[in-house]
């Protein structure tokens, strides 16, 4: 075989096996768009048989009823400006601690380490009542805060980040200091911009979690003001029956925001970005 | 005099830098936290705020001779047990998959990470049907019994519940650690590959030699948070199958929820999540030192 | 520069959440010096979101300077979203004036004062006029709690075309219905051709007390004692046995799906179905090609005739600070006439037994047989403060059953969890 033709097999075996590992993953995703584009009584028909993924009667039928039935772009818009804030601010904040104990000597690192790293182990079912307690206190009730400043803060983040800065040369950081840059001039100018794929991909993680997060705003939101869209979806599940139609189609909505982030970040993960080394 | 200043802003700067993250911790995870633990020791009744009393290390002593406690227990390391490196090594598998040059990795990309994106409620409405007992409804139990196998109650049947919920968990769960660890496989530099290949390293000697070792942070990083996850395990149980059946999926994080929302025993239920991080914090101190050494 | 930019964004943001967080609690006075009376209703279809609005419009204008009428949707998924909310707003002193609650949940409500007994609501010959099921339903301790302008029921639904085929008869009244073992015999026959005889999972949560409960009912016994104080010797009683060990026969001979797929019955995989009376409109709209019919709820042998009722009802909270104004806006919602409209727009039978003239489909068959059932043979959940461990325990304790645990184990664990929850915040009062 030549080299040419080992390449060849190569690269075939590349495409073949990813699609069928692919189409594993995604069909669920597969389902759900065929599902929406169907009339209520198609869906749950022949779920036995690849019929299944393909709407026979497709139709845009039950996009109109969503948009017609709820105030939908606004639940939308809801959901993208609370979810953008806390990331945009959880980058910030938690990358700038991150670093801290990556790279810092300070008293007290080993004990934030060790508390951050305890602190992600307390499931949120835990401590949801209390810190509802905590926003009707401070009158943060149905608005903005509550959905937000809970969770600027995250140790998953923070962790995430030290991991990550942990592996940055170090004589990068001095070449700078020589450069007369002090630390937090290091940091924006220097390490911020090399460390684009670890954003961008606590962006996207952060981004389906809150995007996703349904028990929170239950509690703190009430009425159609704040509503997100996943409260908005849930409400589709009230009426005796239930009808799945909507159901898939604005759930296919809420799936679009996140791929089209997902699509945007993709520059990070290209391949071939250059060595971390040190040029001169 | 160059370095004692050097250091003095240096730390300076360490303070700024912590102080948004520490103190929106302490204000909003840290001071509920505390509350919880509080509430661990009172009788507080959801339904009744205004009686909430003191009572002492009673939940506690419950608790430890509660039965469905210790089973909950047990479910959680068995999950954990299972899932951490089942979907680590599926999510790695993923990323060194996709990393190539080769045209179309985005969309591959895309397709394993897709289960993130799509809901729980798509996901266990179709995984009900691939589960269903009914070889006439569920997929996987005709396709057993064509092969001429017995069919498996797979989430029906206590003795396979929690497995199948491991097997869907990880496929749900590799998107997520697969995009962490195609950020790390990012950050090494690619001429360590090159000077592997140059030194006649093949494909699986530069793996172990130049992948592993420069990923050994984001791993670490990978288990630690995937054991954690795995310990706090709830929306499966919930959404599918309620603790059951036979209490083979009831997890801890669920035992919390289900006494603390549904059976107002909200003191107990902080009692459970009490213990609940004593046992996940020692097992990540415990995780951390051995990674460490 | 860059790093000021971004600090004063990062200020500017934080400090901009803070701000709009000034003071929400419930607004019980507005400006204009009326009354503020918050409703709290789970959301719903298009038909009542409308008619909300129409019927807040027309009270406001009616009492316009002194009541102001606010009616907020609280998302519904399962009930169990709705009462996390209810819980967290309990927790902060926070409830609304008038809430609605699921039916069963009353007991639990009003037995933790957290709701206010109405007896006075309505007059004698007023109260007269609501259906007994629902009256029941929203008693507790001898007082009502709450009114309701919708009930509920559930009839066995067939597949008019394989019943036919196997040759089996349908009970022409009820007198006639199906005993235990007519519907065990039935399922068998129709099992067939991957098709199932029957399904009596409506679904693994509420479903399975609402549904299941009547077959303790008609077997002589109950889930709890009827002051709701008592769960053993009743759920786990020689009768209640007796209804469990049915039902898992059903399941263990394969006559029934213990994983029900969604629509079964309507997609022909199931010959026969434990259906709500919702039912009937899908498969109106729906399923226009399935030949099916409605029949009576099934009775144990030489049994009593019952069947599930129940659905949401409105309370009082003791949150609200002017009970006159907040009665005012019960009586509105639960006039004859407004009952009759919600019941028309959501297509559920009315409780308001003067709505049924005004709602002639109800004299139809077949929705006269969801009528029938509701006024003569509907039982209501039980009434206690411990129904949401009873609920919770029994829908477990079911499964358990079908997945082969011993039906006396599972039924003892379920009353001994229901009396531990009664005994320890209750029994001492």
């Not at chain 1, 993924?53 to 017609?68: C, D, G, M, R, T």
């Not at chain 1, 039935?69 to 804030?85: A, P």
């Not at chain 2, 530099?189 to 990923?215: C, H, M, N, R």
């Not at chain 3, 009396?419 to 029994?427: L, S």
Request: charged letters at 20%; aromatic letters at 12%.
């Amino acid at each position: 075989m030549t080299q040419k033709q080992r390449k060849q097999m190569g690269s075939l075996a590349f495409y073949i096996g990813n699609t069928i590992i692919g189409l594993i993953f995604v069909s669920p995703l597969i389902w759900m768009i065929s599902a929406s584009l169907k009339p209520e009584a198609e869906i749950f028909k022949g779920l036995n048989s690849i019929s299944t993924f393909i709407p026979k009667a497709a139709s845009l039928a039950n996009y109109q009823e969503v948009f017609s039935r709820i105030n939908m772009w606004k639940f939308i818009f809801n959901s993208l400006f609370y979810v953008m804030v806390i990331i945009a601010l959880d980058l910030f904040v938690n990358s700038l601690c991150g670093y801290a104990l990556a790279k810092f000597e300070f008293k007290g690192k080993n004990a934030l380490l060790t508390l951050v790293i305890s602190l992600m182990v307390f499931p949120a079912e835990a401590i949801m009542l209390p810190m509802y307690r905590e926003m009707a206190d401070l009158g943060w009730i149905n608005t903005w805060a509550s959905l937000i400043v809970p969770f600027v803060a995250k140790c998953f983040s923070i962790y995430m980040f030290r991991q990550f800065f942990l592996d940055i040369p170090n004589d990068l950081l001095e070449a700078a200091k020589i450069d007369g840059c002090g630390p937090v001039k290091t940091f924006f100018r220097v390490v911020v911009p090399i460390s684009g794929t670890v954003y961008a991909t606590i962006l996207i993680l952060d981004f389906v979690a809150h995007w996703n997060d349904f028990m929170w705003p239950l509690l703190v939101v009430t009425g159609e003001e704040k509503r997100t869209i996943q409260l908005a979806i849930q409400t589709f599940f009230g009426s005796k029956p239930i009808n799945y139609g909507p159901i898939m189609a604005s759930l296919t909505i809420s799936a679009i925001p996140m791929l089209l982030m997902f699509v945007f970040l993709q520059k990070y993960y290209v391949e071939g970005i250059a060595s971390t080394g040190i040029k001169g | 005099m160059q370095v004692s200043v050097n250091k003095k802003s240096e730390r300076k700067a360490a303070y700024l830098f912590i102080i948004p993250a520490v103190v929106l911790l302490a204000a909003f995870l840290i001071y509920p936290a505390l509350q919880t633990v509080r509430y661990a020791f009172t009788d507080y009744n959801i339904m009744r705020p205004d009686r909430i009393r003191f009572c002492g290390f009673n939940n506690f002593i419950e608790l430890f001779q509660d039965k469905d406690f210790w089973i909950a227990v047990k479910n959680t390391f068995h999950f954990t047990v299972l899932v951490v490196p089942f979907q680590t090594v599926l999510a790695l598998a993923l990323a060194l998959l996709i990393s190539s040059r080769r045209k179309g990795v985005s969309i591959f990309r895309a397709a394993y990470f897709s289960p993130q994106v799509t809901s729980m409620v798509v996901v266990a409405i179709l995984w009900t049907v691939l589960y269903n007992s009914n070889p006439n409804s569920g997929l996987l139990n005709a396709l057993l019994v064509k092969l001429g196998m017995e069919p498996s109650g797979f989430l029906s049947d206590p003795k396979t519940a929690m497995n199948s919920i491991i097997f869907m968990s990880a496929w749900q769960g590799a998107g997520y650690q697969m995009m962490i660890f195609l950020a790390g496989l990012q950050g090494i530099p690619k001429d360590q590959y090159e000077a592997a290949s140059i030194d006649g390293a093949g494909k699986i000697k530069s793996f172990l030699y130049v992948t592993l070792p420069g990923l050994k942070n984001v791993i670490s990083y990978v288990i630690m948070i995937t054991v954690i996850q795995a310990m706090k395990l709830f929306t499966q149980p919930y959404v599918m199958t309620k603790g059951g059946p036979q209490n083979a999926t009831r997890t801890l994080v669920y035992y919390v929820y289900e006494q603390g929302f549904q059976k107002r025993n909200f003191g107990y239920a902080c009692a459970v999540a009490a213990v609940f991080f004593v046992i996940v914090i020692s097992l990540s101190v415990g995780m951390k030192k051995i990674i460490k050494a | 520069m860059k790093r000021k930019g971004i600090a004063a964004v990062f200020t500017v943001m934080l400090a901009g959440c803070l701000c709009t967080g000034c003071g929400q609690t419930k607004e019980r006075v507005n400006e204009a010096g009326e009354s503020v009376i918050t409703v709290w209703s789970p959301t719903d279809e298009p038909a009542i979101e409308e008619w909300w609005v129409e019927k807040t419009e027309t009270f406001n204008q009616a009492h316009k300077g002194r009541i102001h009428l606010r009616r907020e949707a609280i998302v519904r998924a399962d009930s169990y979203a709705y009462e996390d909310k209810i819980n967290a707003a309990i927790t902060s002193n926070d409830l609304p004036d008038i809430l609605f609650v699921d039916g069963p949940t009353v007991s639990v409500y009003a037995a933790n004062e957290i709701i206010l007994p109405l007896d006075d609501l309505f007059s004698e010959e007023e109260w007269g006029d609501f259906l007994d099921s629902s009256k029941q339903q929203n008693t507790y301790d001898g007082k009502i709690y709450a009114v309701g302008a919708t009930e509920s029921s559930v009839a066995l639904f067939y597949n008019a075309d394989m019943l036919a085929e196997a040759g089996i008869r349908i009970p022409e009244s009820k007198e006639e219905a199906w005993t235990w073992t007519e519907f065990y015999d039935a399922a068998k026959k129709l099992t067939k051709d991957g098709v199932v005889g029957t399904n009596i999972i409506m679904d693994k949560g509420e479903g399975l007390p609402y549904v299941l409960e009547q077959f303790w009912i008609s077997n002589g016994t109950d889930l709890v004692s009827a002051d709701g104080s008592q769960a053993d010797g009743y759920i786990n009683s020689p009768e209640g046995i007796e209804a469990a060990e049915f039902l898992n026969s059903l399941i263990q001979g394969g006559y029934a799906n213990i994983d029900p797929i969604q629509k079964e019955f309507h997609n022909g995989r199931a010959a026969t179905m434990l259906g709500g009376s919702w039912e009937v409109a899908t498969l109106e709209n729906d399923y226009p090609d399935l030949n099916w019919g409605i029949t009576y709820f099934p009775v144990a042998e030489n049994g009593i005739l019952s069947s599930p009722t129940g659905d949401w009802v409105a309370s009082v909270t003791k949150n609200t600070q002017d009970m006159e104004a907040a009665r005012e806006v019960m009586r509105f919602l639960f006039s004859g006439e407004n009952v009759t409209t919600y019941a028309k727009a959501i297509s559920k039978p009315p409780t308001r037994i003067s709505s049924y003239d005004v709602l002639t489909e109800y004299n139809e068959y077949p929705r006269s047989l969801i009528k029938e059932q509701l006024m003569e043979t509907g039982h209501p959940r039980p009434r206690t403060p411990s129904y949401s461990v009873l609920s919770a325990e029994f829908s477990e304790a079911m499964l358990n059953i079908f997945t082969g645990v011993d039906a006396k184990e599972a039924l003892d664990a379920a009353a001994a969890a229901t009396d531990k929850d009664y005994n320890k915040y209750y029994a001492q009062e």
